[in-house]
């Protein structure tokens, strides 16, 4: 069974700082993953989806990457502001030709601050 | 704007009531699903459909929720007695195939008391 963490549960840093948020997954065997952010009380926003076969996927401040061997993949935020904080959460789809489920992890909330 | 509307977006109800919540994809996306969110839990996904077929419902309750897609434009998802611990936000989700990008609506905050 696919079992998704994310470390730290909670970040605050400075306005303008470079941060990084982990996620790790026990089954290598994933068809892509995605990264969302939820604001409280609200749904989730995709932020960026990248496949198996991708190393990483950027948009605007947002970098993620993937190591699908090591069952890890990070999401860089350059250059942090204010409007950043929320809860960031991945999902990882398994392969191809099994039930199309994205197992979650639990997400790492984030607080930026002036 | 293309985005997932759900419907209502809070209910508050008394235990053994019916609750019906709602869900209009993306017009074109083939795939919708139904998620549940809880503090204790995270994010579990009930159940799923494709071309309005149920692929996988296998993390519902059975005996009390339901998940039906009348037609392309609405699915919709049932409890039947609605309990306590059915207290959660639930999210619908389509996407234009199965293993593609997936876009989440709203959500619906139920309170069963």
């Known amino acids: 069974k696919q079992e998704v963490t994310q470390i730290p549960a909670a970040l605050s840093v400075p306005e303008g700082e470079n941060l990084v948020l982990n996620c790790s997954f026990t089954d290598s065997a994933i068809y892509n993953l995605q990264w969302f952010r939820q604001d409280p009380g609200k749904g989730l926003t995709s932020l960026l989806l990248i496949q198996s076969s991708q190393r990483e996927q950027t948009s605007g401040r947002l970098n993620a990457s993937l190591d699908k061997s090591s069952g890890r993949s990070t999401l860089y935020i350059a250059a942090s502001q204010p409007g950043d904080s929320a809860t960031y959460l991945c999902?990882?789809?398994?392969?191809?030709?099994?039930?199309?489920?994205?197992?979650f992890g639990t997400g790492t909330r984030l607080q930026v601050t002036l | 704007d293309a985005r997932v509307t759900q419907t209502p977006r809070h209910k508050v109800t008394e235990m053994g009531q019916e609750v019906t919540m709602r869900c209009q994809p993306i017009l074109g996306h083939n795939t919708v699903f139904w998620y549940r969110q809880t503090m204790m839990q995270g994010l579990e996904l009930l159940a799923y459909f494709r071309n309005r077929a149920p692929l996988d419902d296998s993390g519902m309750p059975k005996d009390r929720f339901s998940a039906e897609m009348p037609d392309a434009t609405l699915a919709t998802l049932k409890i039947q007695p609605s309990e306590p611990r059915d207290s959660a936000v639930y999210f619908c989700a389509s996407g234009l195939t199965l293993n593609t990008e997936a876009f989440f609506g709203q959500g619906t905050r139920l309170t069963v008391v």
């Open positions: 999902a990882v789809r398994p392969s191809l030709g099994t039930a199309s489920k994205l197992t």
